[in-house]
């Protein structure tokens, strides 16, 4: 790799790291009271995902080791957020579903947390973010491919 090469992967990382601290702190300071960045990353997976997840699966999406998303899953059942059960076909394992009050806990951060989104994508001009995310996006899935 030439120097120059060298010299732009770093800046390009460095920006990228400033932009992921800059983005949780902002996201974290407009939650809701007792939401974490953590239960809302899990909260909003498991909207999306529709179906339930097992410990293991949600630890593989989120890069996390077993035992933190077994804390963070602790944290979001007292909050009544999700619903944790045993797997009736395989009692080892245990399944995870996002329970209502889960659901209108995301949305409810969701509500505050995209105002603040769309206001940085409009600053910044919708077509250069267009412009940006497959870029992002083929650097993610060249990650994970490392891991």
Sequence with gaps: MSESNKNLAVT????ILVVD?????SVARVLPKGMELS???????LAHAGVERTP?????????????MTNTLAKLERAGWVHVRPDWDDA?????SISPAGQSARD????????????????VGADKVRSALP????????LSEIE
């Design 39 to 45: 239960h809302f990353s899990v909260l909003n997976q």
């Design 21 to 25: 601290q800059l983005a949780r702190a």
């Design 135 to 142: 870029v992002l996006r083929e650097m993610r899935v060249k």
């Design 108 to 123: 409810v951060a969701l509500d505050v947390i995209a105002p603040l989104i769309a206001e940085v994508v409009n600053t």
């Design 12 to 15: 390009l990382f460095s920006e």
């Design 92 to 96: 080892r394992r245990k399944l995870v």
């Design 56 to 68: 293991a699966q949600l630890a593989k999406t989120f890069h996390l080791t077993r035992g933190a």
